[in-house]
């Protein structure tokens, strides 16, 4: 099992960026997905997540109005576009694949698997 993000890079406040997470060794339009960050000194905390067939999407307060999630299942890719954004989103982002999607915060109960991460800095 593989999940590799990536689109993470530097970009000053305002800008935007899109995070891409591909997919492997499992089926993945059985899983619903999620994306989470870790700021330095902070706990990991969820940020949007999407469920099996791209239909739904749930996102953490601090990012509602800026960030959308989306997946294509042919091509076994989960994306995070990024708009709007501030030095507060500066994290590593993590995609994550779970059979335990809610519709109540945090949204994702369990992960089943973890993606390595993908460094987001934005500049003031």
């Known amino acids: 099992v593989q999940l590799q993000a990536s689109g993470g890079g530097l970009v000053q406040a305002g800008g935007s960026l899109r995070l891409s997470c591909i997919a492997s060794?499992?089926?993945?339009?059985?899983?619903?997905m999620g994306w989470f960050r870790q700021a330095p000194g902070k706990e990991r905390e969820i940020v949007a997540a999407?469920?099996?067939?791209?239909?739904?999407?749930y996102y953490a307060d601090s990012v509602k109005g800026r960030f959308t999630c989306s997946r294509d299942n042919a091509k076994n890719t989960v994306y995070l576009q990024m708009n709007s954004l501030i030095p507060e989103d500066t994290a590593v982002y993590y995609c994550?694949?779970?059979?335990?999607?809610?519709?109540?915060?945090?949204?994702?109960?369990?992960?089943?698997?973890w993606g390595k991460g993908t460094l987001v800095t934005v500049s003031s």
């Open positions: 999407i469920n099996r067939n791209g239909d739904n999407t």
């Open positions: 060794g499992f089926t993945f339009s059985n899983y619903a």
């Open positions: 994550a694949a779970t059979n335990f999607l809610s519709r109540i915060y945090p949204y994702i109960r369990r992960v089943d698997y």
